[in-house]
């Protein structure tokens, strides 16, 4: 697991088998207001909790306290 560097109010975390980048991208908002950020890597995403797909190159918004699991 790595901690990524990201704003104050959010975690940013990537899952990973060593070696590998095959993992996830975990993003939580632990805030109670909305936030939008870039995503530390530019390539397509899809949320495995909500199956929306994800342009890592654009940013997102996370609505208050809102998390995404990025595979991709």
């Known amino acids: 697991m790595t901690l990524l560097e990201s704003e ?3 975690l940013m975390l990537r ?3 060593p070696g590998s980048e095959d993992g996830l ?3 939580f908002n632990l805030s109670s207001r909305e ?3 870039h ?3 530019t390539r397509h995403f899809q949320d495995v ?3 929306e797909k994800i342009d890592g190159s654009q940013p997102i918004t ?3 306290w809102q ?3 990025l595979r991709g």
């Open 15 to 17: 899952r990973h088998t």
């Open 62 to 64: 996370l609505a208050a």
């Open 35 to 37: 936030v939008t950020t």
């Open 49 to 51: 909790i909500s199956g």
């Open 25 to 27: 991208l975990c993003v």
């Open 8 to 10: 104050n109010t959010l």
């Open 39 to 41: 995503l530390p890597q």
């Open 67 to 69: 998390f995404m699991w």
